[in-house]
């Protein structure tokens, strides 16, 4: 039997924004490309998602359940991804 597939986490992010960029470095530094799907808000039906989530502050990560919004809640939710590798949270 194979283990259950992990959901892709999806991290709303703006590339100037130096918030966002300490989410995404965080994504690199601990190896999670394979988990996170970079979202650029530039993009109009990007944007779309991000909002019908309830998007209003970037970075945000939405984990299927629930969007976790600003540097410091990103962070948290990736770590712990990465320390308990619950998807959970």
Excluded: C, K
């Excluded at 995404?24 to 808000?41: G, S």
């Excluded at 502050?57 to 990103?74: F, I, K, M, N, Y």
């Amino acid at each position: 039997m194979s283990p259950p597939v992990a959901p892709m986490l999806e991290l709303f992010h703006r590339i100037a924004d130096p918030p966002s960029a300490t989410a995404r470095r965080f994504v690199t530094d601990h190896a999670l490309e394979d988990r996170v799907r970079f979202r650029n808000l530039t993009y109009a039906e990007v944007e779309a998602d991000w909002r019908e989530r309830g998007g209003h502050t970037s970075p945000a990560l939405w984990d299927g359940t629930r969007l976790h919004q600003g540097a410091e809640a990103v962070v948290a939710r990736l770590l712990a991804v990465v320390n308990l590798g619950r998807d959970d949270a």
